[in-house]
Nanobody, 122 residues
Framework: VKLVESGGGSVQSGGSLRLSCAAS????????MGWIRQTPEKGREEVAT???????TYADSVKGQCTISQDNARRTLFQKMNDLKPEDEAMYYC?????????????????WGQGTQVNASE
């Protein structure tokens, strides 16, 4: 599977971004996708997941701020992020796992994109 993220950038606090992840090469039809963010200070955090059955999960730190979604073909994953703050600054990675739900610990996913950087300044 190949995952290619885009959409990161630099915004002022309170701004918005929509991250995208173009996915290809799935060998099975059932898979979960999600976003993980990473900083040197905080390490990795699972931000949001979108299960094969359409259910979603969000980290408490982003509830109400982020929305994860997918196109109809299930080939592009999106994450709309509103009201960005400096604490949201991180490299954001797209991940995927075969099966209905994303069940692994953040360090156990073996399919990652190259990441897209999000910066939010005061």
């Amino acid at each position: 599977v190949k995952l290619v993220e885009s959409g990161g950038g630099s915004v002022q606090s309170g701004g918005s971004l929509r991250l995208s992840c173009a996915a290809s090469g799935f060998a099975h039809s059932k898979y979960c996708m999600g976003w993980i963010r990473q900083t040197p200070e905080k390490g990795r955090e699972e931000v949001a997941t979108l299960a094969d059955d359409g259910s979603t999960t969000y980290a408490d730190s982003v509830k109400g701020q982020c929305t994860i979604s997918q196109d109809n073909a299930r080939r592009t994953l999106f994450q709309k992020m509103n009201d960005l703050k400096p604490e949201d600054e991180a490299m954001y990675y797209c991940i995927t796992e075969y099966g209905t739900w994303c069940t692994r610990w953040v360090d156990e996913y073996d399919c990652w994109g190259q990441g897209t950087q999000v910066n939010a300044s005061e």
